[in-house]
C-alpha cells in the first residue's frame, strides 16, 4: 500500500521559515518525480514544486521561486519543501503527491497545515 | 504558464441525473488532462488521466473526454457521494496547473 506521509506544518510569523517532509512507503521512491501541491483555506488546488526522481530537476510555480526549495533523500524515501521567507498568502494545507508514470497525480499525502501570521 | 478554465464553478443538479464539467486551456495540451475528485477535508483523489483513460477503482460513471484545448468530466448518473468538488490539471507543461474547481451540489 502506497503511504505519503507529510509533517513539518505549523504556525510561523512573515518572513520566517520552515521546512516540510514527507516519507515515503509502498513505492519504489526514486523511481517517480513527486510534488508539492497546495491549497489556501476554502481555495482551489495550486501546484507549487516538483522534483524529478534522480533528483537532478526540478520546477517551481512563479508564486514560490527564489523563496521554495524542493530536495529529496532516496535513501531515506523522503521528499522535502524548504520554504524560506513566509508570506500570508502561503498560508495553505501542503500535500505531497506522487507523479505516476502517465503524467498524473496517482497519490497523495494527507497534507500538511502551514499558517503564516504575526 | 499554461492557464486552465473550468465551467461551471458550481452546478446544482439531482442524484441520476447526467451531468457534464467543461475545461478549457490557454493553449494546445494534447490529451495532458486529469481529473480529480476531492471530498471536504481531504486529499484530492485521481479519476481520469490522459483526458479519457479511467483510474483503477474509479467507478465506470465516470468518463473523460476531448483533446487540444477542451475537454469534458461526465458523470453518467449522479450518487449521493458524487456532490463534491472537481479539478481539471494538465501535465503537457512541467509546470502544473489546475482549473479552479466546480462545486457539485445537491438540488
Known amino acids: 500500500e502506497v503511504q505519503l506521509l507529510a509533517s513539518g506544518g505549523g504556525l510561523v510569523q512573515p518572513g520566517g521559515s520552515l521546512r516540510l517532509s514527507c516519507a515515503a512507503s509502498?513505492?519504489?521512491?526514486?523511481?517517480?518525480?513527486m510534488n508539492w501541491v497546495r491549497q489556501a483555506p476554502g481555495k482551489g488546488l495550486e501546484w507549487v514544486s516538483s522534483?524529478?526522481?534522480?533528483?537532478?530537476?526540478?520546477y517551481y510555480a512563479d508564486s514560490v521561486a527564489g523563496r521554495f526549495t524542493i530536495s529529496r533523500d532516496n535513501s531515506k524515501n523522503t521528499l522535502f519543501l524548504q520554504l524560506n521567507n513566509l508570506r500570508a498568502e502561503d498560508t495553505a494545507v501542503y500535500y505531497c503527491?506522487?507523479?505516476?508514470?502517465?503524467?498524473?497525480?496517482?497519490?497523495w499525502g494527507q497534507g500538511t497545515l502551514v499558517t503564516v501570521s504575526p | 504558464d499554461i492557464q486552465m478554465t473550468q465551467s461551471p464553478s458550481s452546478l446544482s443538479a439531482s442524484v441520476g441525473d447526467r451531468v457534464t464539467i467543461t475545461c478549457r486551456a490557454s493553449?494546445?495540451?494534447?490529451?495532458?488532462l486529469n481529473w480529480y475528485q476531492q471530498k471536504p477535508g481531504k486529499a484530492p483523489k485521481l479519476l481520469i488521466y490522459?483526458?479519457?483513460s479511467l483510474q483503477s477503482g474509479v467507478p465506470s460513471r465516470f468518463s473523460g473526454s476531448g483533446s487540444g484545448t477542451d475537454f469534458i468530466l461526465t458523470i453518467s448518473s449522479l450518487q449521493p457521494e458524487d456532490f463534491v468538488t472537481y479539478y481539471c490539471?494538465?501535465?503537457?507543461?512541467?509546470?502544473?496547473?489546475f482549473g479552479q474547481g466546480t462545486k457539485l451540489e445537491i438540488k
Open positions: 503527491a506522487k507523479d505516476s508514470a502517465r503524467r498524473a497525480i496517482d497519490y
Open positions: 509502498g513505492i519504489t521512491f526514486s523511481a517517480y518525480t
Open positions: 522534483i524529478s526522481g534522480p533528483g537532478g530537476t526540478t
Open positions: 493553449q494546445s495540451i494534447s490529451s495532458y
Open positions: 490522459a483526458a479519457s
Open positions: 490539471q494538465q501535465s503537457y507543461s512541467t509546470r502544473y496547473t
